[in-house]
Structures are given as C-alpha cells and as structure tokens.
T-cell receptor, first 114, second 116 residues
Framework: AQTVTQSQPEMSVQEAETVTLSCTYDTSESDYYLFWYKQPPSRQMILVIRQEAYKQQNATENRFSVNFQKAAKSFSLKISDSQLGDAAMYFCAYRGDSNYQLIWGAGTKLIIKP | GAGVSQSPRYKVAKRGQDVALRCDPISGHVSLFWYQQALGQGPEFLTYFQNEAQLDKSGLPSDRFFAERPEGSVSTLKIQRTQQEDSAVYLC??????????????FGEGSWLTVV
C-alpha cells in the first residue's frame, strides 16, 4: 500500500524568506502523481502544485517549486518570498495512475512571521 | 456552480442523531469523492462516485455511513446514529472525468460535524 509521510508537524519562516516543506512517499507503482495542497482555516483544499512522476523536470508555479527525487521517493515544496497569506496547513498527496484515491500525509503547519 | 458547494458548513449533532451532508459538485463533473478529515490529520478517503454509480465505498468506516448520488450530480452523505468519533470535517471533491491522469480535483470547504 502507498503511504505519504510529512515529518515536520510545524514550520515557521520570516516573511520574504524561503522555506522548504518535506514529503516522502512509498509506492511500488511506476506511474503516479504527486500534489501539494494548501488548507487555510476555512478548510478548503487548494491545489498548489502537481508533479507527474514521468516528468524529470521539477514543477514550478510562481513562488512555489518542488524538488522531486524519484529514486529517493522525495517530494519537497519550496516557497520563495514567503507572504503572510501563505500561512496554512500544507498537505502532500499521492495518486497512482491507475487509481482515483488521493493518499495524504499528516500535514505541516506553516507559520509566517511578520 | 463556480465551485464545489457543501452544506451545512457547520453541524452540531447529539449522539445518536442522524445527519445528512450535502455536496453540490461543479457542473458537469463526472467524478465525486467524499473524504473525512479528523482534527490534526490528513483526509481519509470514504467513497467515490462516477456519475450515479458508487464505484468504491471501501473507506466508509461502518454501516452507519451511507452515500448516494442518485442523478449523477448532487451527493448526500448520511450518518446514522452519530457517535463522538464521527466528529470531523467531511470534504467533498469533484473532477471533470473519471480517469486519474491529468485530472484536477476540486474541493469544497467541507462540512464540520461535531457530535456532542
């Protein structure tokens, strides 16, 4: 069975600085998708960035980028120029190519210090 | 609608009471998912619909949980004889088609259930 692990329950960063959130996963599948979701206090899950496992190039969305290491089964999220609005829970999620379920990590609470 | 809509947003139920949670997915979305998120944890899969067909209900924790999507659009998650361990946020999500590849999943804001 697939598992997703986020080892950092909480991270804090100074506004305008860069922070990296860690995620590791375990799978025997060769084709899959990885996601980072942001969950503010409203509890709505908002997709931040996604990575297809077959793509070697790391995904980037504005200030958000990932470091995808397929062999190491690692998928970290880097947030550059942190803003107060980035404060939220961040969840890493996995989805197999032949499956529809999302498998979630336990989340990392990101605190932005002004 | 513009997004996935869930109601009620907040529900307080007395132990033993039945509750019904509604999800209105994005118009035209084939796939619909229900997830349960306990406090301080990631979401856990409950069930999956493709149009009106419930293709997977393996995540439903007990036979007190029942979900339906009779016309392939709006879905209802029903919990009978609620227990305190049912207290959680229930997230509904939808996606345009059934295949996982390249398929973005959109989430609602969730229904917060507190059983007292």
């Amino acid at each position: 069975a697939q598992t997703v692990t986020q080892s950092q329950p909480e991270m804090s960063v100074q506004e305008a600085e860069t922070v990296t959130l860690s995620c590791t996963y375990d799978t025997s599948e060769s084709d899959y998708y990885l996601f980072w979701y942001k969950q503010p206090p409203s509890r709505q899950m908002i997709l931040v960035i996604r990575q297809e496992a077959y793509k070697q190039q790391n995904a980037t969305e504005n200030r958000f980028s990932v470091n995808f290491q397929k062999a190491a089964k690692s998928f970290s999220l880097k947030i550059s120029d942190s803003q107060l609005g980035d404060a939220a829970m961040y969840f890493c999620a996995y989805r197999g190519d032949s499956n529809y379920q999302l498998i979630w990590g336990a989340g990392t609470k990101l605190i932005i210090k002004p | 609608g513009a997004g996935v809509s869930q109601s009620p947003r907040y529900k307080v139920a007395k132990r033993g009471q039945d509750v019904a949670l509604r999800c209105d997915p994005i118009s035209g979305h084939v796939s619909l998912f229900w997830y349960q998120q306990a406090l301080g944890q990631g979401p856990e899969f409950l069930t999956y619909f493709q149009n009106e067909a419930q293709l997977d209900k393996s995540g439903l924790p007990s036979d007190r949980f029942f979900a339906e999507r009779p016309e392939g659009s709006v879905s209802t998650l029903k919990i009978q004889r609620t227990q305190q361990e049912d207290s959680a946020v229930y997230l509904c999500a939808s996606s345009l088609w059934s295949g996982p590849s390249g398929n973005t999943i959109y989430f609602g804001e969730g229904s917060w259930l507190t059983v007292v």
